[in-house]
């Protein structure tokens, strides 16, 4: 069965309806070969992968781009159809404090009109253990911040890693500053509902979509910021933006974002660390409503991070999904065969 590029997903998932819901179950031993090393902390494997992204949206072989959100770095890789084969490292920011690099903690990915955009998290440390005294620490934490809180994007010549046009930017934090409903969980911790960035997404190559894992509004809205690719970057001035709520569960926020067509992928996950469970829902990036394309089957325990559509198939859609806290992300194949629509609105009632 062929789909047609626009209107794809109502013809799939209606197509699914009639047709029942697939089990699929997906184990670690499914993910696809990592050829070279994806390089993490300390220059080991990387088991904090959180995002991918690639030049093209279909066929293979593609050139992409893999973080890790423990680096100043992203990677090149190239990806072909069961294997991913790693490349050079790409030096993003050079922050530091007391001479030791901050990372970025690069949470999202994407590609656009010749560029990689990488997005930091905007959020407050990463800090479970409470380690980071609000007061003793309070210059620490400012710099980590900082260090998190920009977007960097380049141009590629492909795997040998040669980068042009390499920009930052730290303009989205005052953004979210002036959004009355995102104001009051800046720099608060995660586990408090504290905002932090983990998916983007630029929409007809002009609009940036920065998607949060939290807060969570109101219990069961997910966030969705819209803002102009030109006030961010370059000499634009306008801070014009948008806030999207979107319902995809009691708790749940977004995990990434992905463009495929005309429609965009969004990964839902638990805003709260621990175990969970995670659904790819479709959004049209327009309006406040959702389809569920496809609650994803993996143990709670696993943390699935990054979302990268592969192409369309007899039954649906094929996409692979990348893990935080799996080896080299464990990057995993799944069908997304759909469970019908289930369109809905997110009240702030």
């Known amino acids: 069965m062929t789909l047609a590029r626009?209107?794809?997903?109502?013809?799939?998932?209606?197509?699914?309806m009639a047709g029942g819901v697939q089990?699929?179950?997906?184990?670690?031993?499914?993910?696809?070969?990592?050829?070279?090393?994806?390089?993490?902390e300390d220059g080991g494997r990387s088991e904090d992968v959180s995002g991918i992204a690639c030049t093209t949206a279909?066929?293979?072989?593609?050139?992409?781009?893999?973080?890790?959100?423990?680096?100043?770095?992203?990677?090149?890789?190239?990806?072909?159809?069961?294997?991913?084969?790693a490349g050079s490292p790409v030096k993003l920011i050079d922050n530091t404090f007391?001479?030791?690099a901050l990372e970025l903690d690069g949470e999202g990915v994407a590609f656009s009109k010749g560029y990689f955009y990488v997005i930091g998290s905007h959020g407050h440390p990463r800090d479970k253990d409470h380690k980071l005294d609000p007061k003793k620490?309070?210059?620490?934490?400012?710099?980590?911040?900082?260090?998190?809180?920009?977007?960097?994007?380049?141009?590629?010549?492909?795997?040998?890693?040669?980068?042009?046009?390499?920009?930052?930017?730290?303009?989205?934090?005052?953004?979210?500053a002036s959004e009355s409903a995102l104001s009051p969980f800046v720099d608060m911790r995660l586990e408090t509902n504290g905002l932090t960035i983990e998916g983007v997404v630029i929409k007809d190559d002009r609009t940036l979509l920065a998607g949060f894992r939290g807060p969570v509004l109101n219990g069961k809205c997910a966030v969705v910021l819209s803002v102009e690719v030109a006030s961010l970057f370059g000499d634009g001035k306008s801070s014009d933006h948008r806030l999207y709520?979107?319902?995809?569960?009691?708790?749940?926020?977004?995990?990434?974002?992905?463009s495929f067509g005309d429609r965009i992928l969004v990964l839902a996950g638990p805003a709260a660390d621990g175990p969970?469970?995670?659904?790819?829902?479709?959004?049209?990036?327009?309006?406040?409503?959702?389809?569920?394309?496809?609650?994803?089957?993996?143990?709670?325990?696993?943390?699935?991070?990054?979302?990268?559509p592969l192409d369309k198939t007899s039954t649906g859609l094929r996409v692979l999904i990348v893990f935080d806290g799996d080896k080299e992300g464990a990057p995993t194949p799944i069908q997304i065969s759909g469970s019908g629509p289930r369109s809905s609105s997110c009240s702030t009632g």
Not at 28 to 37: C, E, S
Not at 245 to 258: F, M
């Open 6 to 16: 626009t209107g794809w997903i109502a013809t799939l998932l209606l197509g699914l």
């Open 23 to 40: 089990p699929c179950v997906a184990a670690a031993d499914d993910a696809w070969q990592v050829k070279n090393r994806l390089i993490g």
């Open 58 to 85: 279909d066929g293979f072989p593609r050139s992409c781009l893999v973080i890790d959100d423990n680096l100043q770095d992203a990677q090149l890789v190239e990806l072909t159809d069961g294997k991913l084969v």
């Open 98 to 100: 007391n001479d030791k």
């Open 137 to 176: 620490h309070a210059d620490k934490i400012r710099a980590k911040i900082a260090a998190s809180s920009q977007i960097v994007r380049f141009r590629t010549t492909g795997a040998d890693g040669n980068v042009s046009g390499l920009e930052r930017t730290a303009r989205l934090r005052d953004v979210i």
């Open 245 to 258: 709520r979107l319902p995809l569960g009691e708790g749940r926020g977004v995990r990434d974002l992905a």
């Open 276 to 308: 969970g469970s995670y659904a790819v829902y479709a959004w049209d990036g327009a309006s406040e409503s959702v389809e569920l394309l496809k609650d994803l089957p993996f143990d709670p325990k696993r943390k699935p991070e990054g979302l990268l």
